[in-house]
């Protein structure tokens, strides 16, 4: 199965999603999953990457190797986000053949939560008494992420320390779920797709 990430910034996102979508896909499928970020340097923010001519395009482009379309992008406390995501898989779902799908999701609020959830926090970072304040911050990555980063010295690195420490959270998935429901969601979703098309 061929999975195909479609991300906000695939310069910075797909570090941080690749590992964490790998960690999702591997409790549903026994056979081989490929999953890479469609990489281009012409679009870049959720506006782009949520302008249904532009998934449409890419999805066209990528038809022919691709199975399982994921388009994963930060609410960023846009409350009509959801709705914006699901009219996406609407219109996918009126150009994709049989066996074929994209899914949607936005991560609460920022795609650097999902890494801070299945980190493991040090004495005197914060706790899970204060994980409803990460999930509540309009911008979670400035005021949580990057000092994270910082503690666990690896902001100096080329991306902020996204990959790595991504790497590392995707080895606590099932934190990541529990913490983060949106990530259940999606595997639920992907689970009964899954089920509903493939041998």
């Not at 896909?25 to 012409?42: D, F, H, I, L, N």
């Not at 996918?92 to 493991?120: F, H, Y």
């Not at 902020?160 to 991504?166: E, I, M, Q, T, V």
Request: proline share 4%.
């Amino acid at each position: 199965m061929n999975v195909l990430i479609i991300s906000e910034d695939p310069r910075t996102d797909a570090r941080m999603l690749e590992p964490i979508v790998r960690a999702m896909m591997r409790g549903e499928r026994t056979a081989p999953v490929s999953v890479k970020t469609y990489a281009s340097r012409q679009y870049r923010g959720v506006d782009q990457a949520t302008n249904w001519r532009r998934v449409e395009s890419i999805i066209q482009e990528e038809l022919g190797m691709t199975d399982l379309f994921l388009l994963l992008v930060d609410r960023d406390c846009v409350e009509m986000r959801r709705e914006s995501l699901t009219n996406i898989e609407a219109k996918a779902k009126d150009i994709l053949p049989t066996g074929k799908a994209l899914l949607a999701e936005n991560a609460w609020q920022e795609i650097e939560v999902w890494i801070l959830a299945g980190s493991t926090w040090k004495k005197g970072q914060r706790t899970e008494t204060m994980w409803s304040d990460i999930r509540a911050q309009c911008h979670p990555k400035e005021v949580y992420f990057h000092k994270f980063s910082v503690a666990m010295k690896r902001f100096e690195e080329p991306d902020g320390g996204r990959k790595s420490l991504a790497i590392e959270a995707a080895a606590n998935y099932q934190r990541i779920k529990r913490r983060c429901p949106e990530v259940g969601l999606l595997e639920s979703r992907i689970r009964t797709w899954i089920e509903a098309t493939q041998p």
